[in-house]
């Protein structure tokens, strides 16, 4: 006697990737949110039943796309200082004279906690209907403990409302306010003795980041808020190495975070320093495309160091407003030196090591989250070629369909257990 599952995908080209070598002609059983059986179609048809039938013929199945950097909630929009950056102006020049961050953190200062939900529901739409099924999403455009707490209460909401898994980082050492620039210790005091504990108090992140650079916060204040973080249970990631070799690698290291993001500066030092740790680099190569910087983080250094990268969107107001985690991979491949396997495997399991979460999803194996991308290719290298145009034929977050191409699901409202494929 059969065994009735939710959800069968059949006969699919290629399954992509998994804990063991890519499987041509297979099925995957789903019940229960989670991937129950992978085998050949012939076997599995013998052992399940369907509620629902994905056929998979002449199709790739890949796992849903982790993006595990992004700052997606803010206040208002920086379109302005594009045409800037077109024209020939610099960013840092930019976020000198009072744009960039800054700017952002006064937007984001007067908008409600409503106003900053309803901004980001469409960017969460689109980037669930483009395969992201689980979302980092950060703070750091209030830089006072009320606005701080504002954006996290919005991230939360949305978590609330959405099918994917959306995970919070608490970054109020995202930039130095313009009220503190005259005292910067001052500000660093209040990140550590007022906001940390009070975000931790509610249960509103579960990792703190902080950027390491040159003139927002040096390795001293990053260690001391990193180290603050850690005392309250949050678990510590470093935006480092972006605009110079600013020691970011290094202050991961020190503390243990699980990442170091950007990395376009890093130094063989900083390298061996991530290694030593187990810390996941993360590249956003999205950023260094959007601000038409020349120098692309080394992956093929840190690759042959022994280091699983991951790589993500950067999904934000001012630097990257690409949202499509496909769009990142082609971008590495073209640029990063990535391989069209590489670039999927680093949005997706090495998305999930960048926010501890291998064990959960990132690869197709039995037991894991069913977050899963059926594309209308065969292969993983035509899914690259066409990053640009390619739009999954059917998304699912943990066996529920989010996205049908035949019927555009993208509104949350649509997403009914009976909705036909």
């Given amino acids: ?128 209907a483009a395969g ?10 209030g ?22 898994e959306i995970v919070s980082t608490f970054m109020g050492a995202h930039e130095i306010p313009d009220e503190w620039r005259h005292d910067r210790a001052e500000y660093v005091r209040i990140i550590c003795e007022q906001m940390i504990p009070q975000v931790a108090r509610e249960g509103l992140a579960e990792f703190c980041d902080v950027f390491c650079e040159r003139g927002v916060f040096d390795s001293q204040e990053s260690i001391q808020i990193l ?22 690698s290094q202050v991961a290291a020190q503390v243990g975070a699980v990442s170091a993001d950007h990395l376009m500066e890093v130094t063989a030092e900083g390298i061996e320093a991530l290694k030593g740790a187990g ?16 120098g692309y983080a080394p992956a093929r250094s840190l690759i042959d160091a022994g280091l699983e990268i991951a790589i993500a969107t950067d999904r934000n107001p001012g630097s990257c407003t690409i949202e499509s985690m496909l769009f990142i991979a082609g971008l590495s491949v073209m640029h990063l030196g990535l391989t069209p396997s590489e670039a999927i495997v680093a949005a997706t399991r090495g998305g999930a090591r960048a926010l501890g979460r291998e064990a959960q999803c990132g690869t197709i194996e039995e037991g894991k989250r ?49 909705q036909g494929v």
Avoid at 33 to 56: M, N, S, V
Avoid at 372 to 377: E, G, K, R, T
Avoid at 393 to 410: L, N, P, Q, W, Y
Wanted: negative net charge; aromatic residues 6%; charged residues 25%.
């Fill in 279 to 294: 810390v996941v680099p993360t590249l956003l190569p999205g950023t260094t495309f959007y601000l038409r910087k020349s």
């Fill in 132 to 141: 992201s099924t689980t979302i980092e999403i950060k703070s750091g455009y």
């Fill in 143 to 164: 830089l006072d403990l009320e606005s701080e707490l504002k954006m996290l209460r919005a991230i939360r909401q949305l978590s609330e409302e959405f099918p994917i």
């Fill in 227 to 248: 180290q603050a973080g850690q005392e309250h249970g949050l678990k510590p990631k470093v935006h480092a190495d972006e605009l110079a070799a600013s020691g970011g």
């Fill in 370 to 418: 069913a977050d899963l991308i059926l594309w209308d290719v065969p292969d993983e290298d035509v899914l690259i070629h066409e990053f640009a145009n390619q739009v999954p034929h059917v998304v699912c977050a943990a066996g529920r369909i989010v996205f049908d191409s035949h019927t555009a699901i993208t509104d949350r409202s649509d997403l009914t257990s009976d």
């Fill in 1 to 128: 006697m059969k065994t009735s599952v939710d959800l069968m995908i059949e006969n699919v080209e290629r399954l992509f990737p998994g804990h063991k070598e890519v499987c041509k002609g297979a099925s995957v059983a789903v019940d229960g949110g989670r991937i129950q059986a992978i085998g050949p179609a012939q076997k599995i048809a013998g052992l399940f039943d369907g509620t629902r039938t994905l056929d998979g013929r002449g199709k790739l199945l890949t796992a849903g796309f982790v993006d595990s950097h992004t700052h997606l909630v803010f206040g208002g929009e920086r379109s302005g200082e594009f045409v800037l950056r077109c024209a020939g102006g610099d960013y840092e020049q930019i976020a000198s004279e009072g744009g960039g961050i800054r700017a952002s953190v006064r937007m984001t200062r007067a908008a409600t906690l409503q106003q900053l939900v309803d901004s980001a529901r469409p960017r969460l739409q689109r980037m669930m």
